[in-house]
């Protein structure tokens, strides 16, 4: 005999009302996936029958519905670093253009005076013209008062895509690439996928504190690990200019304005903090276009290696995670 007639009955009746009531739940879930999957399903139908009446019609998204309860837009905004150097500018938005999901360009823009109406009228006359499917795509200035390197992670409200590509005015790549990247985005969409890997490493030798160094692209190719890509090549989810402008620390972004340097590196340490996770390096054929960067200056590996423990300190860890992954396009390797 297990327990008296009276609790198992209360058993029983509970065990029916715990049913009843998850039964309903379910049913409403149930119901609710159809009108989705039906939705879905009717949405999907109505663009393919777009796209087969004319194949040039098809449009991302509604460009004239705009309010923010829309479905976020499924291409890429291309976040683009300039500072005057309008030949590149003009170099690379015309060849981005012609990428096939880019939804909109928007131009992180520092310099004290805006920018002229003629680059204006060139950058949308040369947007529409290397456009490939005919769909529109947005070019937007936005302009800042002082001249900062945090103006590239600002925080942008109206950002039409979940994902940017934030990229230098000097960096070209394939488009090729650029759509391999963004595939892998959708895959690990916490992340940041990128295509210039940079490692840290910690020197044993000073003292009993760790100390770290920064390890620059020969580094990358010795050890064959990275825990870094720079924001002058990648894509990473809008959230993180968010918590960029409002939950970095201000001493971080004051050092950064300060030294015109190391904004990729603290972008780098806040993502890896939030998503407990290494980015991912995608191989592609990158041309810079600009002549020598700050790259190739003197002293440039030891900047970067007070900044990486600058914001360690800060973080009060270290968030970076290391990892040997490379994604290849694998169609072009006949070696596997
Ligand atoms: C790091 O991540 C933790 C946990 O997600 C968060 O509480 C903290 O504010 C982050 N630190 C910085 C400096 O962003």
Known sequence: MRGSPVSRRAVQRFRQLAFSSVGSVKIKLLLGFCIVFALILLASRASSFARWKNPHSFVLQDDNNDNDNNIHRKGYTLLINTWKRNDLLRKSISHYAECPRLDSIHIVWSEPDPPSESLANYLEHIVHENTKDGHEIEVKFDINKEDSLNNRFKENRDLKTDVVFSIDDDVILPCSSVELAFSIWLSAPDTMVGFVPRMHWVDK??????????????????????????????????????????????????????????????????????????????????????????????????KRTECVNRFVAEFGRMPLVSTSIKVVDSRNTWFW
């Open 205 to 302: 030798s000073e003292n009993s504190k760790d100390y770290y160094v920064y390890g620059g692209w020969w580094s990358v190719w010795w050890m064959g690990t990275y825990s870094m890509v720079l924001s002058k090549a990648a894509f990473f989810h809008k959230k993180y200019l968010a918590m960029y402008t409002n939950e970095m620390s201000a001493s971080i972004k004051e050092y950064v304005t300060l030294n015109r340097n190391c904004e990729d590196i603290a972008m780098s340490f806040l993502v890896a903090n939030a998503s407990s996770a290494p980015p991912i390096w995608v191989k592609g054929k990158i041309f810079e276009i600009g002549s020598t960067g700050i790259s190739s200056l003197g002293g440039h590996s030891q």
